[in-house]
């Protein structure tokens, strides 16, 4: 799709799957403050200590919520300029 100037944005699961592969390689003390109303489900913790911890809540959120209820949430947030009706 890029080769044709197309952009196609990442999927909800597929932008926390991202998310949990920069998590794993990260390799450096810092926090991770992903609590803003335009994510499905805050997350916060302290790395490395809380790396684990937050690896495994992005799974869970993957493995257990469908991409149409993630999408349906990206949708209802009026902040983010979404209608559900667009």
């Known amino acids: 799709m890029a080769q044709?100037?197309?952009f196609v944005p990442a999927g909800e699961k597929e932008r926390l799957e991202e998310l949990i592969i920069l998590l794993k390689n990260l390799r450096l003390?810092?926090?991770i403050q992903a609590d803003t109303v335009s994510n499905f489900k805050p997350i916060?913790?302290?790395l490395p200590k809380?790396?684990?911890r937050i690896i495994e809540e992005l799974?869970?959120?993957i493995d257990t919520t469908s991409e149409?209820?993630?999408v349906g949430y990206r949708n209802?947030?009026?902040s983010l300029g979404?209608?559900?009706?667009n």
Do not use: L, P, W
């Not at 979404?82 to 009706?85: F, K, R, V």
């Open 29 to 31: 003390r810092t926090r």
């Open 59 to 61: 799974q869970y959120i």
């Open 4 to 6: 044709c100037g197309e």
């Open 76 to 78: 209802s947030i009026k």
């Open 82 to 85: 979404m209608d559900a009706n």
């Open 68 to 70: 149409e209820e993630m």
């Open 44 to 46: 916060t913790g302290a």
């Open 50 to 52: 809380d790396k684990e």
